[in-house]
């Protein structure tokens, strides 16, 4: 098959269908409806000759040439990507796709350059589209390893092959209960016992669990997958959690949250910038990297 302009707009849709998990997840990402988006699939489909996915009440899945063209879908559109980046850079231009993937909240942290990243890419060309998507902790590595994402920001402490890291800043998490808990305006007498009953959050997002070992009983009566929904339970006031300390300063300044015990229950991890050993020789991936550590802020 022959690969035509109209073939990488399609392929660049299913790629988004995949990594948003079904049709309807995508809208937002493509900013088209899902009728449009299943009628762009059913042509890659014809155009291709086979079945991708399962679609319909029993939810999305892929097939296994869905899993096999999911993956070359990856690598192809890399290396147009690739090409588009040397060629600009043979003209002294930087252009192409800069992909960033980043855990949640983190723009909530005055240490974070994101936003200044962008806007001096932008003053040295006008021909770089951005693409950020926030994710789990784990998957910012993920989305590198597998060239979704030019570079991370996440954390991590037991570094996989093939990535590099470079230490931004060290995150402090405290255990945090809302207004209304018992330990909230418990007596230092009670805080052990009432520790004993609370319930924890369970999270999917959790951060560092290796480094907590708190002996608190997690009771898994509530799960969070991100750092909004830990925030969400803890302000019911009937569970505690870990969160981020500048994450969580916005309710605590309002009187609505409290560190519990943070001397005894809280924890550290470094923030790291990830980038592929294969894939960070580009000069759009050189000149991201230099200014994220060029814009990062320490305080």
Sequence with gaps: MQVHDVDLR???????????GGLS?????LNIGRSTISAHLSDLEVRLGIKLCS?????FELTDMGRVTYQASLELLQQCAAFASTVASSKNELSGRVTIATID??????RCGVARVISALKTKSDNIQFDINVCEAREVETSVINGRSLVGLGVSRHHLRGL???PLHNETNYLYCGKGHPLF?????EIKSLLQEAEVITSHYMRDKEARNDGLNYQNSATAYHEEGIAHLILSGEFIGYLPEYYANNWVDKGLFKPILPDKYSYQIPVMLISSKNNNTSPLAKALIEEIKRCHVTV
């Design 10 to 20: 399609l392929l660049r849709i299913f790629v988004a269908i995949v990594e948003c």
């Design 25 to 29: 997840a995508a809208e937002s990402r």
């Design 55 to 59: 679609r319909g009440r029993s939810g």
């Design 105 to 110: 909240t983190l723009i909530n942290d005055p």
């Design 164 to 166: 590099d890291y470079y």
């Design 185 to 189: 305006n418990g007596k230092p007498s």
